[in-house]
């Protein structure tokens, strides 16, 4: 294929750090279903990002290949594109090093996932979760990825990515592309359905604040109608005064592609409880298929393997041209092979 043809490039992650929640499909999964139509996708279990918060052996084994299921689930496809455990490919480690020995204390001081983080788990602030960004950083820039499929919450680290590239760049001359961020329109930080200020997380201790991939029908529909909202009574967008009510309309608005005002007009005079049943059922019909799908995929482990290893050594090949040239650039010793 001619260079001007050249596809773009796609890389994200997602963590094996439990069941992915609905605020992972809307704010990532779903659009890297999508993305696959357009780009040339390279999608990635980051595993190594998980072991910054303590993790029990077994059960992130046991994670990694179940959210590689889900991923073949959501329709990822791993024959056109490429499907990994960052783990892996040890080159993104190796790239690692080299980036955080240019990236400034300061930098990495002022990311707030660091300072959520280390909030949340005062007993294991370790350096892995200061320099977690660089990893990350890492990941894209060894793959030169044009674009970055990501919810909200990791905006400030593409930025960083950017700013690494940029200034590497800079120095030792034109290496990395710069990554540009791509944040969904509808569902780019879905909220919990508890306390609907703070981000739907799948490690919250709450298993009412979030809808998790796995959840069946009955659980859905419970959780959505345990939701909190207010007492105004009126299906109103405003995140500052009703955040949960909007909360709920940006999942309905994800999933229907309606807008608020239409969202509005829909349930104006009807009470929180038929558009509760509204929001669960039009998710309740996205996942279904979803969980099917993954149940017959859970099946077959020795698929789900062999799709690993076949990710692993594509992606390989690619993140090692970049090290090499790397290495090269800052001066490392290569010997002639
Ligand atoms: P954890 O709870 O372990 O911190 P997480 O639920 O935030 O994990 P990640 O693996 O960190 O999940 O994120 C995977 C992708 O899902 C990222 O692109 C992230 O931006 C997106 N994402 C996570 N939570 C939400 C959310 N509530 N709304 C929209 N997107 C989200
Ligand atoms: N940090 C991300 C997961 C992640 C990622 C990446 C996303 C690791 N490496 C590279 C995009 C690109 C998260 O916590 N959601």
Same mark, same amino acid.
């Given at each position: 294929?001619?260079?001007?043809?050249?596809?773009k490039r796609i890389l994200?992650?997602?963590?094996?750090?439990?069941?992915?929640?609905?605020?992972?499909?809307?704010?990532?999964?779903?659009?890297?279903?999508?993305?696959?139509?357009?780009y040339? +996708?390279? =999608?990635? /279990?980051?595993?190594? &990002?998980?072991?910054?918060?303590?993790?029990?052996?077994?059960?992130?084994?046991?994670?990694?290949?179940?959210?590689?299921?889900?991923?073949?689930?959501?329709?990822?496809?791993?024959?056109?594109?490429?499907?990994?455990?960052?783990? &892996?490919?040890?080159?993104? +480690?190796?790239?690692?090093?080299?980036? *955080? +020995?240019?990236?400034?204390?300061?930098?990495?001081?002022? #990311?707030?996932?660091? !300072?959520? %983080?280390?909030?949340? &788990?005062?007993?294991?602030?370790?350096?892995?979760?200061?320099?977690?960004?660089?990893?990350?950083?890492?990941?894209?820039?060894?793959?030169n990825a044009d674009l970055v499929?990501?919810?909200?919450?990791?905006?400030?680290?593409?930025?960083?990515?950017?700013?690494?590239?940029?200034?590497?760049?800079?120095? =030792?001359?034109? @290496?990395?592309v710069l990554p540009e961020?791509?944040?969904?329109?509808?569902?780019?930080?879905?909220?919990?359905?508890?306390?609907?200020?703070?981000?739907?997380?799948?490690?919250?201790?709450?298993?009412?604040?979030?809808?998790?991939? @796995?959840?069946? !029908?009955? @659980?859905? /529909?419970?959780?959505? !109608?345990?939701?909190? @909202?207010?007492?105004?009574? #009126?299906?109103?967008?405003?995140?500052?005064?009703?955040?949960?009510?909007?909360?709920?309309?940006?999942?309905?608005?994800?999933?229907?592609?309606?807008?608020?005002?239409?969202?509005?007009?829909?349930?104006?005079?009807?009470?929180?409880?038929?558009? %509760?049943? *509204?929001?669960?059922?039009?998710?309740?019909?996205?996942? +279904?298929?979803?969980?099917?799908?993954?149940?017959?995929?859970?099946?077959?482990?020795?698929?789900?393997?062999?799709?690993? !290893?076949?990710? *692993?050594?594509?992606?390989?090949?690619?993140?090692?041209?970049?090290?090499?040239?790397?290495?090269?650039? /800052?001066?490392?010793?290569?010997?002639?092979?």
């Amino acid at each position: 294929m001619s260079e001007l043809l050249k596809r773009k490039r796609i890389l994200s992650g997602i963590q094996p750090t439990g069941t992915p929640t609905l605020g992972n499909y809307l704010g990532a999964l779903r659009n890297w279903a999508l993305l696959q139509n357009s780009y040339d +996708c390279l =999608y990635m /279990v980051a595993d190594l &990002h998980a072991l910054t918060v303590r993790q029990v052996p077994a059960d992130l084994r046991r994670n990694s290949r179940a959210l590689t299921a889900l991923l073949l689930a959501v329709g990822i496809d791993p024959k056109e594109h490429i499907l990994f455990v960052q783990s &892996h490919v040890p080159a993104h +480690c190796e790239l690692s090093w080299i980036l *955080a +020995c240019n990236t400034q204390f300061g930098e990495l001081s002022r #990311m707030t996932q660091f !300072k959520d %983080k280390s909030a949340k &788990h005062p007993d294991n602030v370790n350096g892995g979760l200061f320099t977690y960004p660089v990893l990350m950083a890492s990941d894209i820039l060894i793959y030169n990825a044009d674009l970055v499929p990501v919810g909200q919450d990791q905006t400030q680290h593409l930025e960083l990515a950017r700013d690494i590239a940029g200034r590497f760049n800079n120095i =030792y001359g034109e @290496t990395f592309v710069l990554p540009e961020g791509y944040v969904p329109a509808a569902g780019a930080k879905v909220m919990s359905l508890s306390e609907p200020t703070k981000k739907m997380s799948k490690s919250d201790p709450n298993v009412n604040s979030f809808i998790l991939m @796995t959840d069946d !029908k009955d @659980t859905i /529909v419970r959780k959505f !109608k345990r939701a909190v @909202t207010d007492s105004d009574g #009126m299906v109103h967008f405003d995140t500052a005064n009703k955040p949960g009510v909007s909360n709920l309309m940006t999942i309905y608005a994800a999933f229907t592609g309606k807008t608020m005002p239409e969202i509005e007009a829909e349930f104006a005079g009807k009470g929180y409880g038929d558009f %509760k049943m *509204a929001v669960a059922e039009t998710t309740v019909d996205a996942i +279904c298929p979803v969980q099917e799908e993954l149940q017959r995929i859970q099946a077959d482990k020795a698929y789900v393997d062999g799709v690993l !290893k076949d990710g *692993a050594e594509r992606a390989a090949r690619l993140a090692n041209r970049t090290v090499s040239k790397v290495h090269r650039k /800052v001066g490392l010793l290569q010997l002639e092979k």
